[in-house]
């Protein structure tokens, strides 16, 4: 057989095969999501997420070098209050938890960005993202409280704000109030497809956010649903979004790929709680060879089109890229 073409040559060795790879992946576009708790002298694992832990500001350094030593130097905060009310007043108090933190990371860590997750779920004594009217989230009244908490976290020297809520119209609202305030140059980065996803389970333990009543499927998407991720993807980069995120990404490459198709801004995606406990539990029980697993599925997240990776194995993948064993 006289074979014009044969793919299998590129394939012969590690060097060939390393050097005709499609997808490169950095350091530079992993983020670390980490929670951050009132009180003082705490360093507590996350039942949910085996590793994973939420720090008091006075032991954020244990995480802090870790991530710095690694070449992470990019993460997104979550904020555990020790105070909850109806209207989530804790998230846009000047000496709330986030705000403290991102000053103490500001002094101490200076070459870490920090980005702030801007949501109202943690923070409110009902769990849900907004404000109630009975028992649906007003959606415009959310806005003006969202604004609060965006404003505040700039204030406190948040590098950029990254909106969870999926309230309709807070893109262009965050915006005008981000710029009004005089932070013209800080970005948003949109929580824009973001999934009703039973992948959300671990996190709500984290950060203590799981709603006391109903579920969030007025607000975060079906996800039967294709088509409405590029209408939300679409109206929030018409308002303003500097970044576009799907949430979450294992589910939802196909998601990450027609969005990164469509526009033209880059495109994080968020390996959410549930995607980072199933291979911690499938590997402690032997049952899959965790580093690979962890490898291949980050990859997968970004040869679907994915610039940005918003992941728990953070630490861990800068580890694997910096022995060459992806990237």
Known sequence: MDLLYRPRRLRTSDTLRKMVRETRVSKQSLIYPLFVIDG?????????????????????????????????EKLMLFGIPAQKDTCGSQAFDDEGIVQRAIRFIRKNYPNVYIITDVCMCEYTSHGHCGILCGENVDNDKTLEYLNKIAVSH???????????????????????????????NVPIMAYSAKYASAFYGPFREAAGSAPSFGDRKSYQMDYHNRKEALKETDLDVSEGADIIMVKPALSYLDIIREVADRHEVPVAAYSVSGEYAMIKAASKAGFIDEEKVICESAVSIFRAGADILITYFAIELAGFMEEGKIG
Do not use: C, K, N
């Open 154 to 184: 700039a204030l406190a020297g948040a590098h950029m704000v990254a909106p969870s809520d999926m309230m309709d119209g807070r893109i262009g609202s965050m915006r005008e109030a981000l710029d009004e305030a005089g932070f013209l």
């Open 40 to 72: 003082e002298g705490i360093t507590e694992e996350i039942s949910t997420m085996e590793g994973q832990f939420r720090y008091s500001v006075d032991r954020l350094s244990l995480i802090m070098d870790r991530l710095v030593s690694a070449g992470v």
